[in-house]
């Protein structure tokens, strides 16, 4: 190629006059489509960025909301034997034992759901029981279903124990009381929920 070739790579077409080497300007039917093309373009990539943005948020939402409100615990949930469909036989748990429970019907794999029961006393209320989260306050272990020599509820990751009365610290590194839930007795006699947990679960 001589200096004096063409140069085709010199700009956008409609640009410039390579047969004369200068710039030259758009007729204003050539803005006209120019602009349109560039609306067009513009609309195009925006409407699926948004479409893609719907597509992903909708399912997110949807488990979320489904999460949020099916499956967390409310007043009057039965409290039943985890892995089963059957409530929480409490004329047969006996004082001074603590067992895995969970919500009838809401996944257990909701933490919320996740409960330690135990019972601390024999009088035929609902204040015999006590119901915690499983969740220990230190890292997020399940503390142990059954209670220690002293009856009360301890973690097998760090050894923290917790009250089975209330929940506190007996012995850390946790530095937080065991979540307790508010329970009561239905007109049924089963054990159920009556309120919210003391803390963060
Ligand atoms: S997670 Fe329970 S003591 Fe550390």
């Known amino acids: 190629m001589t200096s004096n070739s063409p140069n085709h790579d010199a700009g956008p077409v409609g640009l410039i ?4 080497g200068q710039i030259s300007p758009l007729t204003p039917q050539q803005q ?22 719907v597509a992903f948020a ?4 949807a488990l979320k909301a489904i999460t949020q409100y099916s499956d967390v615990l409310t007043d009057g949930d039965v409290i039943g034997d985890a892995g089963s469909d059957t409530a929480l036989d409490v004329a047969t748990f006996a004082v001074n034992t603590g067992a895995y ?13 996740q409960l330690e029961v135990v019972r601390i006393a024999e009088t035929g209320t609902a204040d015999d029981f006590r119901a915690y989260s499983q ?17 009360n509820i301890h973690c097998p990751c ?15 590194p946790a530095a937080r009381a065991l979540p307790s839930l508010p329970v009561a007795l239905d007109d049924q006699g089963r054990l159920v929920v009556a ?7």
């Open 135 to 151: 969740i220990c306050t230190h890292l997020g272990c399940a503390v142990l279903p059954t209670l220690n020599e002293q009856n």
């Open 58 to 61: 909708f399912p997110v939402l």
């Open 101 to 113: 429970s969970g919500i009838l019907g809401k996944s257990t794999q909701v933490k919320q759901n």
């Open 17 to 20: 006059r390579p047969e004369q």
């Open 32 to 53: 006209k489509a120019l602009t349109t093309r560039r609306r067009f373009l513009q609309a195009t990539v925006g409407g699926s960025l948004a479409a893609i943005g």
């Open 158 to 172: 760090h050894g923290s124990v917790f009250s089975s009365e209330d929940g506190s610290v007996i012995k850390g």
């Open 195 to 201: 309120g919210e947990y003391s803390g963060e679960v």
